[in-house]
């Protein structure tokens, strides 16, 4: 079964717009991640954030998390054609290599 | 440096045969975990391997089953496929004491 739920399931925007993504989980994490599929291939790894951390950013991502609502989101800035993917957030129970567990995922479409 | 491989890209077979799906991890990386993505869907956690033990199962008959070798690759085995079986398989390798994994571009695999 999956951990949460993604909010929005999809997503469509002008190409220079920010996206917002959320996820909101279950149960206590380790870490919390995000990753990008295009076109139903292998999932990329895009960023980690772990449970005592409150917001990290790497390139034009944003992450935050907020342990006592259970819930992350991940924002793109200056959107770009080639952010056109699906997102997944993945919880992690445990300090090491362990099972993610993963949400739905948003479809995010950046038009031109 | 050659990430993640899995062969083969896709797969067609019928309800009650078996389907043998196999998995170069990442060089360097010691640990193996599978996932199935059904249309759609965020993957979900098959079972991962270490040391070529089972260290961890979701919740999948035993009908699935797998293999590590010394040389850390892996294989993934379905028997008496079902039409539900019909998914993306990922294969994702990393490091045991590290939480990111890092994926292959999948199997698709047709249960006709």
């Known amino acids: 079964s999956q951990q949460g739920e993604e909010d929005p399931q999809a997503l469509s925007i002008q190409e220079g717009e920010n996206a917002t993504m959320n996820c909101s989980y279950k149960t206590s994490i380790n870490n919390l991640q995000w990753y990008r599929q295009n076109s139903g291939r292998g999932l990329v790894h895009l960023i980690l954030i772990r449970s005592n951390e409150r917001e990290k950013h790497s390139g034009r991502l944003r992450v935050t998390l907020d342990t006592s609502k259970k819930s992350s989101s991940l924002l793109i800035t200056a959107s770009r054609a080639a952010d056109t993917a699906s997102y997944f957030c993945?919880?992690?129970?445990?300090?090491?290599?362990?099972?993610?567990?993963f949400g739905q995922g948003t479809r995010l479409t950046i038009n031109p | 440096d050659a990430g993640v491989t899995q062969s083969p890209t896709h797969l067609i077979k019928t309800r009650g045969q078996q389907v043998t799906l196999r998995c170069s991890p990442k060089s360097g990386h010691d640990t193996v975990s599978w996932y199935q993505q059904a249309l759609g869907q965020g993957p979900q956690f098959i079972f991962q391997y270490y040391e070529e033990e089972e260290r961890q199962r979701g919740n999948f008959p035993d009908r699935f089953s797998g293999h590590q070798f010394p040389n850390y690759s892996s294989e993934l085995n379905v028997n008496a496929l079902l039409l539900g079986d019909s998914a993306l398989y990922l294969c994702?390798?990393?490091?045991?004491?590290?939480?990111?994994?890092?994926f292959g571009a999948g199997t698709r695999l047709s249960v006709l």
């Open positions: 993945a919880t992690d129970a445990h300090q090491g290599a362990q099972k993610l567990v």
């Open positions: 994702a390798s990393s490091l045991v004491a590290k939480n990111i994994q890092y």
